[in-house]
């Protein structure tokens, strides 16, 4: 056991907005984005990047310091709920049609 604070709270994942400290909602959320956004796999695959980004990419940030936090600019923003459940819905479409066809 470390008595190393930073890594004991860069353990618990305190440092990721709440809805990110669950494996299966970063799965969703980087599925969602790929879905959603036309080029996003011209940069990589969802996996590889969920892996890059949650435990490389914030880890790092997270120990310098620096963490994501909601903006509170008044603009309107699209909301990553829509864009998960759209996902999810499209998937389950898929798979319904995939299983009435055969």
């Known amino acids: ?7 004991e709270w860069l353990k618990s994942g305190e440092y990721m907005p709440e809805f990110l400290r669950d494996f299966h909602n970063q799965k969703d959320l980087f ?5 959603t956004i036309a080029n996003a ?3 990589g695959n969802w996996r590889d990047g969920h892996v890059y ?4 990419f914030l880890w790092y940030m997270a120990s310098r310091g620096f963490t994501l936090q909601r903006s509170r600019k008044g603009v309107p ?9 759209r996902f999810k819905s499209e998937m389950r479409d898929i798979m319904s049609s995939t299983i ?3």
Not at 31 to 35: R, S, T
Not at 77 to 85: A, Q, V, Y
């Open 31 to 35: 599925k969602a984005m790929h879905n």
């Open 41 to 43: 796999d011209e940069n």
């Open 53 to 56: 980004v949650v435990d490389t």
């Open 100 to 102: 009435s066809t055969s």
């Open 1 to 7: 056991m470390s008595n190393d604070p930073l890594f």
């Open 77 to 85: 923003f699209k909301s990553i709920d829509d864009d998960i459940e």
